[in-house]
């Protein structure tokens, strides 16, 4: 909860920034997207499931599959952004689409993409 609290913390104030730079509703939330999405995979790995394997077998398949979802979480919050943008503010609707691929994406990533293998 930390991680993503951070993490979503960061992504707001990366909106910001970029509407202040000039960028569009839509822009800001891709950029904002990307670059906490980079933050998130390190640290979702790394400290909320405590998977500290770095060897390419391990990563490649984490990051393909990570790839994967992140496309489809992309898709969703900007077809989230362009329909509701008008009618909420970007940052609302961020907070919107990120609550909710947070309940498919936890999921996954505990069964699938960071599961770390228990030897008996």
């Given at each position: 909860m930390v991680?993503?609290?951070f993490v979503y913390a960061f992504e707001l104030a990366a909106i910001v920034v970029a509407q202040r730079a000039g960028m569009g509703p839509v822009a800001a939330v891709a950029v904002s997207y990307w670059l906490g999405l980079m933050?998130?995979?390190?640290?979702?790995?790394?400290?909320?499931?405590?998977?500290?394997?770095?060897?390419?077998?391990?990563?490649?398949?984490?990051?393909?599959?990570?790839?994967?979802?992140?496309?489809?979480n992309f898709g969703f919050t900007i077809l989230m952004t362009k329909l509701l943008h008008h009618?909420?503010?970007?940052?609302v609707v961020?907070?919107?689409?990120?609550?909710?691929?947070?309940?498919?994406?936890f999921s996954l990533y505990k069964a699938r993409i960071f599961k770390v293998a228990v030897i008996d």
């Open positions: 991680v993503g609290g933050l998130s995979f390190i640290m979702q790995k790394l400290f909320t499931f405590g998977d500290t394997r770095t060897h390419h077998r391990v990563l490649v398949p984490q990051l393909a599959a990570f790839s994967g979802l992140v496309l489809f009618d909420l503010p970007v940052v961020r907070t919107l689409a990120l609550g909710i691929t947070t309940m498919w994406n």
